[in-house]
């Protein structure tokens, strides 16, 4: 079978954020440190799926964090409209994840069995960590369940040929990272699992953490996924839009490789 494209989508942007809001015990705490919102689109042939599905301008303004395009309109540049994907990959329920599996009523959603417990279990008695989660998400996820349109996943897992997932926890318990098989090699669409190449370059947790350990372990585990270190994207870094080709207004293509080094944090 032949290689994936993939493709970083930017559907949003927060600027008004600090080091401190990204690192545990950073030297710099104050210091700004700017964070985008990414969806990620696999394409082979007439094949796509979907990691992630970003949040709407609803979700926008109860967070005060609006988007700078909607996810489904993200796409029409791709050709897609959000009835034709029926895949997407939830990498984990955070808002900012899964705050639009609403606007794609077709598709069939790939999560680990973790994070659904997770998300409807007892930790979420806790406002810190129920804080980065919204009810009416997880209960989407729920209905999907109730439809026969969840496929979960125990560790590790195939969604396609070329594509499988891998839980990683940390920053959520059933956080996932997706390998994907690209004519550069495998890529690790790390999520959450590292928010920055800075995050597991040096080796840094990011605060929000339902478990510090796993997801230290998660750096490792990440770099193992990936065929080179340029082939780790992490979830929301600026960075992304430096290291990899332009595709259209707000999409960067990733499965050529990094156009240039990986930043050094020594």
Known sequence: MSDWEVFAIRYADRLARVRGDSFIFDDAHDAPHPMDYFIWLLRRGDEAILVDTGYDAEEGARRDRPILTDPRAALAPFGLTPEQIKTVIVTHLHYDHAGGLHLFPAAQLHMQAAEMAYATGPCMCHDVLRMPF?????????????????????????????????????????????????????????????????????????????????????????????????????????????????????????????????????
């Open 134 to 266: 919204t009810g009416d998400h997880i209960c989407e996820a729920v209905k999907r369940l109730y439809q026969g349109r969840v496929v979960f996943h125990d560790g590790d897992g195939a969604v396609a040929e070329g594509v499988t997932v891998h839980r990683i926890g940390g920053h959520s318990k059933g956080l996932q990272a997706v390998r994907v098989r690209t004519s550069a090699g495998w890529l690790c669409l790390a999520s959450d699992a590292t928010h920055y190449y800075e995050n597991y370059l040096s080796g840094k947790p990011f605060p929000i953490v339902a478990d510090v350990a796993e997801m230290l372990d998660g750096f490792a585990t990440i770099r193992r996924l990936a065929s080179a270190p340029g082939l780790v994207i992490p979830g929301h870094d600026p960075l992304v839009r430096d290291l990899f080709p332009k595709h259209g207004d707000e999409a960067w293509r990733l499965s050529h490789g990094p156009q240039g080094p990986l930043p050094s944090y020594d």
